[in-house]
């Protein structure tokens, strides 16, 4: 059997037991900027979280605050709000992290790949040369060298320093 010692996940695991409804989109937005449930940023009508299952370090989700599914669900305003948080986490991420691109997307429905298809969330994943190693294409697993808690400090303290 293959080890991959990562003695900071006990956090994780933790966090992954907090109390919960069915939409941890929700239960975030409930508990406004918040580093237990990894909330980064909430203002209505969105929220900023950081993915707990994440692809690279500093992957982001922005959502409406409202529990809707679907594009042709949200307001005017909401659809703004969506579209200027992205734009700025991507600041709040090139500040933290300095990516050199960004995957931003969402998947829309269960058949599109959507792990919670009734709340509509986008994705921002920071991305750099040479980002991918032998680590997921031989042993099948990504190697996240940064703690969850400690990417959410970094990314907050971006977002307090706008704030000044």
Not at 93 to 120: C, D, Q, S, T, W
Request: aromatic share 8%; glycine share 8%.
């Amino acid at each position: 059997m293959d080890r991959l010692w990562a003695p900071w996940r006990l956090e994780y695991i933790k966090a992954a037991n907090l109390p919960s409804s069915d939409c941890f989109l929700c239960d975030a937005a409930a508990s406004g900027v918040n580093r237990e449930r990894l909330v980064l940023y909430s203002r209505p009508p969105v929220i900023s979280v950081m993915n707990l299952f994440p692809y690279n370090n500093g992957h982001l989700l922005v959502a409406p605050l409202r529990h809707i599914g679907d594009l042709k669900e949200l307001t005017e305003e909401e659809s703004a709000a969506l579209f200027a948080t992205v734009r700025k986490a991507t600041i709040w991420l090139e500040k933290a992290y300095g990516p050199h691109g960004f995957n931003i997307g969402m998947n829309i429905g269960r058949v599109a790949g959507a792990g919670l298809p009734g709340h509509l969330h986008i994705h921002i994943v920071p991305r750099w040369n040479g980002d991918v190693n032998f680590m997921p294409m031989i042993g099948e697993t990504k190697v996240m060298s940064e703690a969850l808690d400690a990417g959410w400090e970094k990314i907050r303290a971006v977002i307090e320093a706008e704030d000044q």
